[in-house]
C-alpha cells in the first residue's frame, strides 16, 4: 500500500492519501476534535488501509490550524479543510465521495457532505452543543479550574476561540436525501434528527474511545462493518487515478519551514521543524509524546513548541514510535510498545538519522516519553527534559505487558472481584500503593544515575501529583546526590496529561528556557 503524505490547500492541510491506480470511489476520514483524535488515530489508519485493499481511495488529514497543518484562526476550518479533502480526491479521478466522521467528526462530516454523497456516522454526538457541553464538563474535571487560555478555552485535548466554539455549536445532524448509515455502541440509537436511517450496532466503541491511547483497542469487526456497508456503496466499475499534487515542505512562515522524514529501518515517520536562521552548530531538539500518541502533543502543543524552538534556533524533529501514528503498519490486534526495548531503538535510530553531536543533542519526552528520554545515556545528550515522569523502571517491559496488566482490571473475574474486594478491607492503603508500583523497579536513582553521570544535565517538569511519586520513588535523593545537574520544576496547577493551558505554557517556557541556557546565542538567536 502506498500513501501519499504532504500538505495542501491554503491554509495548508496536512494530508494522507492512499490512492489505488483505479478506484471505485474514495473516502474522506474526517478526524476526531482533541483527544477523541489522539485515541483512535490507528483505527482510522487501519479503515483507510482495509478501504484501499477494496479498491476505494481513503484521505486522512490533520485539518488547518490543527494537528502538523498550518496556522489558521478561521472558525470554519473544519469544515472547509473536510470540503478541501474532498476536492484533493475529485482531482485525482475519484467521482463519488464518501464521508466518514467518528465522534465528533460525525458532526464535521454531515456538515461537509452533500446529497450526492454518501454519509457515514459512526457513535455520533446528538449535536454540536451536546458535544461541547460534554466535553466542557470533562475539561473541568480534567483541568479543573484552570481552562481558560487567551482568547480561547480550553476542552480536552483541544483549544477553541470562542468563533470556533460557536461554528461548532451550531453543527448537527438533519435528515438526508444521499446514502447515510449511522454505528451506534449496542444499545444506543441513531439520534432522531437524521430520521429514518440505517443503524448498526458499533461493538468495541467503547473500548476505543473510552480509556487512554495506550489501552484503546482496536474494533477490527466494527472497521470491517464500515469497510463492507461503503464496499456495497462504492461503483463497481474504477478508474484511473492521478496522484495527488501535494506541497512536501510547509512555510509556517517567513523563517520556519517543516518537512516529513523517513527514520531507519522501521521507516519511523518524523516532521523536522527548521529556521532559515540557524547556525550549522544549533541543537537539535528530538520531541517524545506521551503513551502511545503521535507527534502533535495535546492540544498540539508539540506542534507549537517545535515551531518556537526553531525560531529560537535550533533543529527540531517530532516523530511517532513504533506503533504510533504514521509508523508502521497497522495491526488490529497490535501490541502497545510502552516502556519496550523497541521504543529505546527507535529513540537510537532517531538520533543517528538526525546526526547530531551528543553536546548539541536534545531530548525531551512526556510521560511514557519521559522515561523515553531518560533511557538516553548511550546517546550522551547534553540535555533531557522530562515532562510528567510516572515510571523509572530500570528494565524495559515486553510489548504489551502494560495493556495486558490493566485489561484484567478493566475486566475482572468474579474471584479477582472478591480478591480485590478482601484486599482492599485488609490492606493498608499505602501497602497497596506500593504493591501497584512495584514494578518501577530502581526509583529515581536508578533511572537518573547512567546520564548524570555521563554529564547530562536532566530537568523534570510536573504536576503536584508526578512530583509526589517523583519524592516518593526517591526524587530528594537524587536530587541531594546530583545537585544542579537534576533540577526539578513544579507546576502548582498543571495536570499529567497536558490538557490544562497552565501546564502546557510552563512546559514551553521551560524547554525553550533551558535549552536557550544550555547552548549560547552563538547557535541559538531569538
Not at 301 to 310: K, P
Amino acid at each position: 500500500m502506498t500513501t501519499h503524505h504532504g500538505w495542501a490547500g491554503s491554509p495548508a492541510l496536512r494530508v494522507a492519501v492512499q490512492l489505488p491506480e483505479a478506484a471505485r470511489a474514495g473516502v474522506v476520514i474526517c478526524p476526531p476534535l482533541g483527544q477523541e483524535g489522539a485515541v483512535a488515530y490507528r483505527t482510522l489508519r487501519l479503515l483507510a488501509d482495509r478501504l484501499e485493499a477494496r479498491g476505494v481511495a481513503a484521505v486522512r488529514y490533520d485539518p488547518s490550524g490543527r494537528g502538523d497543518a498550518a496556522d489558521d484562526d478561521g472558525p470554519d476550518a473544519q469544515l472547509r479543510s473536510a470540503r478541501h479533502a474532498a476536492t484533493l480526491l475529485r482531482r485525482s479521478g475519484v467521482h463519488h465521495v464518501a464521508f466518514v466522521g467518528l465522534a465528533s467528526a460525525a458532526l464535521v462530516a454531515a456538515a461537509a457532505a452533500g446529497d450526492e454523497d454518501a454519509l457515514v456516522v459512526w457513535d455520533p454526538p446528538a449535536s454540536g452543543r451536546a458535544w461541547l457541553r460534554g466535553q466542557r464538563a470533562l475539561a473541568s474535571t480534567a483541568t479543573g479550574a484552570q481552562r481558560g487560555v487567551v482568547g480561547a478555552e480550553t476542552l480536552v485535548g483541544i483549544d477553541v476561540s470562542p468563533a470556533e466554539s460557536a461554528e461548532l455549536a451550531a453543527l448537527a445532524l438533519l435528515p438526508r436525501t444521499g446514502p447515510t448509515v449511522v454505528f451506534v455502541r449496542p444499545g444506543a440509537a441513531a439520534p432522531r434528527t437524521l430520521g429514518a436511517v440505517d443503524t448498526v450496532q458499533a461493538a468495541g466503541t467503547a473500548e476505543l474511545l473510552d480509556g487512554t491511547s495506550t489501552h484503546a483497542r482496536i474494533p477490527g469487526a466494527t472497521v470491517d462493518r464500515l469497510v463492507e456497508w461503503l464496499d456495497g456503496w462504492a461503483p463497481t466499475a474504477a478508474r484511473v487515478t492521478v496522484p495527488p499534487v501535494l506541497t512536501e515542505v510547509l512555510d509556517v512562515d517567513e523563517r520556519v519551514s517543516e518537512r516529513i522524514l523517513r527514520i531507519g529501518s522501521e521507516a519511523l515517520f518524523a516532521v523536522e521543524t527548521v529556521s532559515s536562521a540557524q547556525d550549522e552548530d544549533a541543537p537539535v531538539v528530538v520531541l517524545h509524546d506521551g503513551a502511545a500518541e503521535h507527534r502533535v502533543g495535546a492540544a498540539d502543543y508539540q506542534v507549537g513548541l517545535a515551531r518556537a524552538l526553531a525560531r529560537d534556533g535550533a533543529r527540531v524533529v517530532r516523530v511517532d514510535r513504533r506503533g504510533t501514528g504514521e509508523s508502521t503498519p497497522v495491526r488490529e490486534d497490535e501490541r502497545s510498545f510502552l516502556f519496550a526495548q523497541e521504543w529505546i531503538a527507535d529513540q537510537r535510530a532517531v538520533v543517528d538519522a538526525v546526526r547530531a553531536p551528543s553536546e548539541r543533542l536534545v531530548l525531551v519526552g512526556t510521560c511514557a516519553g519521559a522515561w523515553l528520554a531518560g533511557r538516553s545515556a548511550e546517546e550522551h545528550p547534553r540535555l533531557v527534559v522530562e515532562i510528567g515522569p510516572n515510571d523509572h523502571r530500570r528494565r524495559a517491559a515486553a510489548p504489551g505487558s502494560d495493556a495486558d496488566g490493566l485489561r484484567p482490571v478493566d475486566a475482572p473475574s468474579p474471584l479477582r472481584r472478591w480478591v480485590r474486594a478482601c484486599c482492599g478491607a485488609v490492606v493498608p492503603e499505602r501497602l497497596r500503593g506500593w504493591i501497584a508500583r512495584r514494578h518501577r523497579a530502581g526509583g529515581v536513582v536508578g533511572h537518573g544515575r547512567p546520564l548524570v553521570e555521563h554529564g547530562t544535565d536532566v530537568v523534570v517538569v510536573a504536576a503536584p501529583e508526578d512530583v509526589a511519586l517523583f519524592e516518593r520513588l526517591g526524587g530528594r535523593r537524587a536530587v541531594r546526590r546530583w545537585g544542579a545537574r537534576l533540577s526539578v520544576v513544579e507546576v502548582a496547577d498543571g495536570d499529567h496529561a497536558l490538557f490544562s493551558p497552565v501546564m502546557r505554557e510552563a512546559v514551553v517556557t521551560e524547554v525553550r528556557t533551558r535549552v536557550a541556557a544550555t547552548f549560547p546565542s552563538r547557535s541559538v538567536r531569538a
